[in-house]
């Protein structure tokens, strides 16, 4: 092998060497057709205005403003999971509305889950379970969804937020009327609306402060002599109100724009689309009010990728003179990112491909080669989904071969595919090519787990190369003019100073950028864009950016985002970009996922369940597989590995009258990973939970892990496993019985898992099942249930469900000829069809006789679970479900 590799080696340079020799030849006798180049436009550099010492505030008091106990890095030692969520609190009529959508985008960045929930007014806010908080931060979206909350919620409200170093942001927007003024009286401050900005000073003396810089005044830009901006404004009726942002109006007159309330409640008069100023406040007041939602060091790293240095089009490319500027640019980012490098990705194939000028351009980049970072593409800029391969791996040693030949060393482990083909979805002999021929360890991508929202993106292991999110920057292969830019050259400029570019650094605190070889040549809008973009950042705000090696950045990132380690697996035909991406073969239409999946717990009926949902005739399940029978298990164990393709299979048989396909794994409700990736890959379906009396269900488990010969179950009695201590679901005993307890009680702790599960799935598509009334009157749950999945009604549903004397629970009544598949008789009655009927139940594992659970034992158990039944008692009426029997028992 390592002979045959040599041998193509030498081949692949003679080929090159004997390319480079006739283009040398070709070279004087093409210097006629050298394309004329238009003169350059020249844009002045951003100037920072000079930082501001305020003649006067809003307030008068010298020491405005309180600094909660805990700071930003300083979060108390007991703080939970549960704080890294926020609440969105919507007003009814907000629903999909643009403030929703856009305060929504701004805590997307966060990369927490946001429940959205429309509050009403005298509606209790559920902010914890037990002693457990829900939420680092409540944001209000209208502030008088808080100005209407009762004296006794609000004081609720505030101790909650000082128990769990949480906050409270609010947002008013009063509306506009060209006629009159609107003017509201709150307790503590008055709001004024439609007013008019000339200026925006950021406070300097607010505590909150940490990316802005404190005293720093913004004038508005003048259009037409008229001001473009209007937000809701406010004057404080109190001087420990401190002022955050500032305003100036036409007339002179100064109010705020975003003011400290108390201590842990901040109120913004603008939404943070409306100015850049408003964002960094807001990102501001989240650090300082909620530090389990975002802690900031204020470090910032920045790569800035060159994409395909040598392919361009004839009078795009760089020059000579552009790829010395490109050298001293460099020099110039170093001044506000600390050990700058740009990052040069290369297609050999394309080397000297141009005019005369251009070829020039090509050697002196290459001649300089070592004052750059290099990373590698493919030889032809090929997408690798349309190779096989071998194929792929000669080409990249083509590609390696010519790096080695001109003298670029692509040595950061790195490396990006033509518009990210390949990297997601996944083409395993891209990575394996990349393994071998480039040792690659980091590569980036756009595309995981979609392009849009760009918030969204996320990275991943695979293999041993991580993916790292990437972003854009407003700049492609067609802006190489200012005048020619989309939409103008405002919008160029307003993208750089304050837009979506500056919103990306102040965001992210990992930024790996995509520009390309044109953007440096002509007008050069990529060495304006990040040079002013840097300097923009150093001017109003306190960030540090830096650069790093990709290996070190994904380290870094992983560190702080270790969630992000594993694969979430999408459907590759529900986004128009991926389907571009994939291999030819690949065929979309034999996809077929689950829109229904019975979650669990286990023990609770979800094997019967699942029997009886196979009589409706417009419902389908996935095949059976061996070892785990009827049960996938794929979100939450080994089947995963297997990948999305392999599930689907698992519905292939599902006809097209099927519109509802099921599947069952009952050890989904209570693991904690299955959610983020049922959602990633089913984000719409319904999730079915059955709820059934926690005690009996812990009592069954034991008795299902005596039944398979459990040594641990064996050992203890049910008395001497769960009545050791009882105190903890964990205990301070042998390992294997702490183990075997934890597995008894923890699946039963239903509100925890249930409120996880909200982390990525809207309370309306949970259906809640009640565990006592599927066994005591199915036809009743299952005629709920069908109308529920919008399903037709089954014709004498009661008749297709016979209860068994022998097994203590209903069977289902089948059709002989079904063979097993699901597919019920017609339920018209009559003697000669009753003949061709049989039941089938569950197997001998399902309803086992074993003795019941002592007085004693139940008394302990019911103790334990009285806090955790609590809680999902609130849970379940904060979203109206109907509570379970052993609900209404207790």
Same mark, same amino acid.
């Given at each position: ?47 920072? =205005? ?151 000073? /950021? ?17 508005? =830009? ?41 201590? +842990? ?68 980012? +170093? ?34 080669? $070592? ?13 690798? =989904? ?19 030949? /001109? ?332 183990k075997l307890k934890r597995r008894c009680l923890w699946p039963g702790l239903y509100a925890r898992h249930i409120d996880r599960w909200l982390d990525h799935f809207s309370a309306a598509q949970l259906i809640f099942i009640d565990g006592h009334r599927l ?76 003795? =019941? ?15 955790? $039944? ?21």
């Amino acid at each position: 092998m390592f002979v045959l590799i040599l041998f193509w080696l030498f081949i692949y340079s003679l080929i090159f060497f004997l390319w480079l020799w006739r283009n040398n030849i070709n070279l004087s006798s093409s210097a006629n057709w050298a394309q004329p180049r238009a003169k350059r436009t020249i844009f002045a550099d951003y100037q920072c =205005p000079k930082q501001q010492t305020l003649n006067r505030s809003i307030s008068h008091n010298s020491n405005i403003g309180t600094k909660p106990q805990k700071r930003h890095g300083q979060t108390n030692a007991t703080t939970s999971s549960a704080q890294r969520r926020v609440l969105l609190l919507l007003q009814p009529d907000q629903l999909n509305t643009d403030t929703h959508k856009t305060i929504l985008n701004f805590f997307n960045n966060f990369k927490v889950p946001v429940l959205v929930e429309a509050h009403l007014p005298g509606e209790r806010l559920l902010l914890e379970l037990g002693d457990r908080p829900r939420f680092g931060l409540v944001v209000f979206t209208d502030y008088h969804s808080f100005h209407l909350l009762s004296s006794t919620e609000k004081a609720a409200l505030r101790q909650f937020c000082a128990r769990h170093s949480a906050g409270v942001i609010s947002f008013l927007e009063l509306p506009s009327d060209e006629e009159q003024q609107h003017r509201t009286e709150f307790a503590n401050f008055t709001a004024f609306g439609r007013q008019s900005v000339t200026k925006i000073v /950021v406070s300097g003396t607010s505590p909150v402060h940490n990316v802005a810089k404190s005293g720093m005044e913004f004038l508005v =830009p003048q259009k037409d002599g008229n001001a473009k901006l209007e937000f809701t404004m406010f004057k404080p009726a109190l001087s420990h109100i401190s002022p955050i942002l500032e305003a100036e109006n036409e007339l002179g007159d100064r109010f705020c724009i975003a003011l400290q309330l108390e201590e +842990r409640h901040v109120v913004f008069g603008a939404k943070p689309n409306q100015h850049w100023l408003v964002r960094v406040a807001l990102l501001d007041a989240v650090t300082f009010l909620a530090p389990a939602i975002h802690d900031d060091d204020l470090e910032r790293f920045v790569q800035i990728d060159i994409d395909d240095v040598f392919i361009g089009a004839i009078g795009t490319r760089m020059v000579a003179d552009d790829v010395e500027y490109l050298s001293i640019l460099q020099d110039k980012l +170093r001044e506000h990112i600390a050990n700058f490098h740009f990052t040069l990705g290369f297609s050999g194939n394309f080397f000297r491909h141009g005019d005369p000028a251009e070829i020039q351009g090509d050697e002196i980049l290459v001649s300089n080669a $070592n004052k750059f970072h290099w990373f590698p593409h493919m030889w032809r800029h090929n997408h690798p =989904p349309e190779f096989s391969a071998d194929y792929l791996l000669a080409l990249m040693t083509q590609n390696r071969v010519f790096a080695e030949n /001109v003298g670029i060393f692509a040595n950061l482990s790195y490396a990006v595919s033509p518009q990210h083909s390949g990297v997601y979805p996944i083409y395993q002999p891209l990575y394996d090519a990349w393994s071998k021929i480039w040792s690659i360890q980091v590569t980036s991508t756009e595309e995981y787990p979609h392009l849009k929202p760009a918030n969204g993106r996320r990275a991943f292991v695979h293999g041993n190369i991580t993916v790292l999110p990437r972003q854009t920057c407003g700049l492609f292969t067609h802006t190489q003019f200012f005048h020619a830019y989309p939409d103008g050259v405002d919008n160029f400029l307003h993208n750089v100073l304050g837009g979506d570019l500056f919103s990306s650094i102040l965001m992210n605190k990992f930024s790996i950028f995509m520009t390309h070889q044109q953007n440096y040549a002509n007008d050069r809008l990529g060495a304006f864009t990040f040079l002013n973009m840097a300097k923009f950042v150093g001017c109003w705000t306190n960030l540090r950016l830096k650069w790093t090696p990709p290996k070190n950045v994904a380290d870094f990132y992983m560190k702080r985002f270790p969630n992000e380690r594993t694969l979430l697996y999408t459907n590759p035909c529900d986004d128009q970009r991926h389907r571009r991406t994939l291999p030819l073969n690949y065929n979309c239409s034999a996809i077929k996922l689950p829109n229904l999946i019975i979650l669990g717990p286990q023990k609770t009926g979800t094997s019967a369940l699942g029997l009886f949902l196979s009589l409706h005739p417009n419902i389908g399940t996935n095949v059976r597989i061996p070892h785990s029978f009827e049960e996938l298990q794929f979100f939450a164990g080994p089947n995963y590995a297997l990948g999305m393709e392999w599930y689907a299979e698992q519905f292939a048989n599902n006809t097209a009258a099927m519109s509802v396909r099921f599947e069952k794994t009952a050890n989904y409700f209570d693991n904690p990973e299955a959610p983020a990736a049922v959602h990633a890959l089913v984000p719409n379906a319904r999730l079915i939970v059955i709820l059934d009396d926690p005690a009996q269900r812990a009592y069954s488990w034991y008795q299902h892990m005596r039944a398979h010969n459990n040594s641990v179950a064996l050992q203890h009695t049910a008395e001497q496993l769960f009545i050791s201590n009882e105190s903890s679901v964990n205990y301070d005993g042998d390992e294997a019985s702490n183990k075997l307890k934890r597995r008894c009680l923890w699946p039963g702790l239903y509100a925890r898992h249930i409120d996880r599960w909200l982390d990525h799935f809207s309370a309306a598509q949970l259906i809640f099942i009640d565990g006592h009334r599927l066994r005591t009157e199915p036809h009743f749950v299952l005629i709920e249930l069908f109308a529920k999945l919008q399903l037709p009604p089954v014709n004498g549903l009661h008749r297709l469900l016979r209860f068994s004397v022998e097994k203590r629970f209903y069977c289902a009544v089948f059709s002989p000829d079904d063979n097993g598949n699901h597919r019920q008789n017609s339920g018209g009655g009559g003697d000669g069809q009753q003949k061709q009927q049989h039941l089938r139940c569950l197997g001998r594992s399902k309803g086992r006789h074993y003795e =019941p659970m002592s007085n004693r034992l139940r008394q302990h158990l019911e103790a334990f679970f009285a806090g955790p $039944n609590t809680e999902l008692r609130e849970l379940l009426r904060k979203y109206r479900v109907r509570l379970p029997s052993f609900l209404l028992q207790n």
